[in-house]
């Protein structure tokens, strides 16, 4: 059954690419499944799995198979934005276990969320405290809230996703934060039901989060003795994943172990917020070789994937593994990915060092630089760990398509976004008359 080279579960890439063209997301329904388990598991290790809610946020993929996976395995939801519930309802979540966090929430996404019945909001400002007062006043509920609290703990990663520092946008700052609370209590359609915060993503050491926590916790205590009684604790996403074949991410029973400690003995209930651990590995982007050509000092593989699809590199300089589809991975990671005997594989050209670049009018647009590949022309790469923030941030710039998007379940292979069209394009634009 296995051809040759790189096998998502029981399916051959090549296949995938034969019948849906590249580039193409292929995410593994048991990579989701499995990171998923290892996030309750590392929760029932600490006797906290009955009373947390693991909430996926959206916004590191939200297609709606990836969203249907995780709501018929229990999970809520984070989202931050209106389009963002729209979505989660349509794939069959649960109103109920959503959070809904975000530093501009409009009018409109408010009371769409208090309208389907949201767990709660997770509030970041005076302001915003009390337009959502007015707004479920003008609806007639009292609105689920806890405060986005900023405990101003470096996080220790990129600037772009580092949210914790007192100079970030997000959250209340950690001083202001019991004063706010007094007033949300005082509101007439505001319910003070907890308190959260999000320190930043990509976090491999856990000692952040743990700080994170610590202060929190101080928190919580400082207001039940001024008689504000929290119900549940938010201590937010971002733990880390493995990009790079020769640095392994913690595994999230390590990871969490620090902050899962001093949650133990407490009695509140606890959300969490995962995007990119339960999505990151479970995903790969597709990509054929367009063309090989060899400037003045550098050789560039041109191939059908650009930064518009995958937008982590331009924005980051962030790597991701870059593995020729038909040849050896360099490390077998993603728990679906396997990879069958290479005897077969088609020979490959010389090995030397490649731009692994995109067809977009940028110098920004790589996806790799410096990678040691033997090439040719028409070859399929497989640029793995792009399961998180690669469709979800994928533009159309330079007009075009954004990718398809397939999901293995064992031999099956689900078409899950059907590639786009150009007409699709600017079907919504119009000539001056
Ligand atoms: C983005 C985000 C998350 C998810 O972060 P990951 O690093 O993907 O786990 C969770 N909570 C909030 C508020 C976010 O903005």
Redo the contacts with the bound molecule.
Sequence with gaps: MHQDGLHVEGVALADVAARFGTPCYVYSRAALTAAYAAYRDALQAHGLADRSLICY?V??NSNLAILNVFARLGAGF?I?SGGELARVLAAGGAADKIVF?GVGKSRAEMRAALEAGIHCF?VESASELDQLSEVAGAVGRRAPVSL?VNPDVDAKTHPY?S?GLKTAKFGVAFGDAFELYRRAAALPHIAVKGIDC?IG??LLDPAPAAEAADKVLALVDRLAAAGIALEHIDL????GIQYHADEPAPAASDYLAPMLEKLAARREKLVF?????LVGNAGLLLTRVEVLKSGAEKHFAVVDAAMNDLMRPALYDAWHDIVRVGACPPAKRNPGQTESDTATGTAAGTPMSYEIVGPVCESGDFLGHDRQLALKEGDLLAILSAG?YGMSMASNYNTRPRAAEVMIDGDAVHLIRRREEIPQLFALESLLP
């Design positions: 946020a916004k590191a984070d931050v966090s997770n986005r996703i949210t999000h993503s990509q937010g996403g971002g733990m917020e995962p995007g990119r651990s998180a």
